[in-house]
């Protein structure tokens, strides 16, 4: 269930330090150590999924509960007229950390177009 090369693994057993805005038996959200925005934390299950392509049916209600706790959890870290979520899947997608993990990212002004169009 856990991987111990995880970073994030290693995160949610206390083994690496993190700035954390919650913690509970199913997951964890921090401060993500290189902010792209005034508000940028990470929202990340206790169970090593490696990316959105191992996700089953049994991994639904964390999810569930990933998204029902971003919006207060962006609130309180500050960004409350607004946020972006991302979760970046696989290679192409530039996945950096090989463990399901949900970027959320706000602040008071507008983050910019989501992507750049070529």
């Known amino acids: 269930m856990n991987d111990p090369n995880c970073i994030f693994c290693n995160i949610a057993k206390g083994l690496i330090p993190a700035k954390k805005l919650h913690d509970d038996e199913d997951l964890m959200a921090f401060h993500d150590i290189r902010p792209q925005a005034p508000v940028h934390f990470?929202?990340?299950p206790k169970a090593h999924i490696v990316s959105l392509y191992e996700a089953t049916a049994e991994h639904q209600a964390v999810f569930g509960?990933?998204?029902t706790m971003t919006g207060?959890?962006?609130r309180e870290a500050g960004a409350s007229d607004g946020f972006r979520t991302i979760i970046n899947n696989g290679r192409v997608g530039h996945q950096e950390v090989y463990h399901v993990h949900m970027h959320v990212l706000g602040g008071p002004e507008p983050?910019?177009?989501m992507l750049l169009r070529k």
């Open 65 to 67: 509960k990933m998204l």
């Open 111 to 113: 983050l910019g177009p």
């Open 42 to 44: 990470l929202l990340v």
């Open 72 to 74: 207060r959890l962006a």
